[in-house]
């Protein structure tokens, strides 16, 4: 198993700017690690996923351009800087992992483990 832990949520405004830290116990090398985000009354949507083994990253087409995926050599810590927000990105974000051997996958069924989640705010 694989256990999850993620800092870095707050509050911005909008077009600033946060970090959110998911920080992984265990190899994850053969595994995807993936953010989500569930907004007040709606489902949990995927954000961004990366294979810790290939490298390989996906995006949400809602983020594409404001929101990036990095990690550290360890491939323990992945981050997800976020730019240009909106009030629209205001959600709890989760970390996710799963084990994967291709492309990141943004689907919620496929991952089976979850952080505690982090809550974002933007305002406007």
């Not at 265990?26 to 995927?46: H, I, N, P, S, V």
């Not at 323990?76 to 992992?97: E, G, I, K, V």
Request: glycine fraction near 12%.
């Amino acid at each position: 198993p694989v256990e999850l832990v993620e800092t870095g949520g707050g509050s911005a405004q909008t077009g600033g700017s946060l970090r959110l830290t998911c920080t992984a116990s265990g190899d994850t090398y053969r595994y995807c690690l993936g953010w989500f985000r569930q907004a007040a009354g709606k489902a949990r949507e995927g954000v961004a996923g990366w294979n810790a083994g290939s490298g390989g990253i996906k995006y949400a087409d809602s983020v594409k351009g404001r929101f990036t995926i990095s990690h550290d050599k360890t491939r323990d810590t992945m981050y997800l800087q976020m730019n240009n927000l909106r009030p629209s990105d205001t959600a709890m974000y989760y970390c996710a992992a799963t084990r994967c051997y291709n492309s990141p996958t943004l689907r919620e069924d496929q991952y089976n483990f979850w952080g505690q989640g982090t809550q974002v705010t933007v305002s406007s």
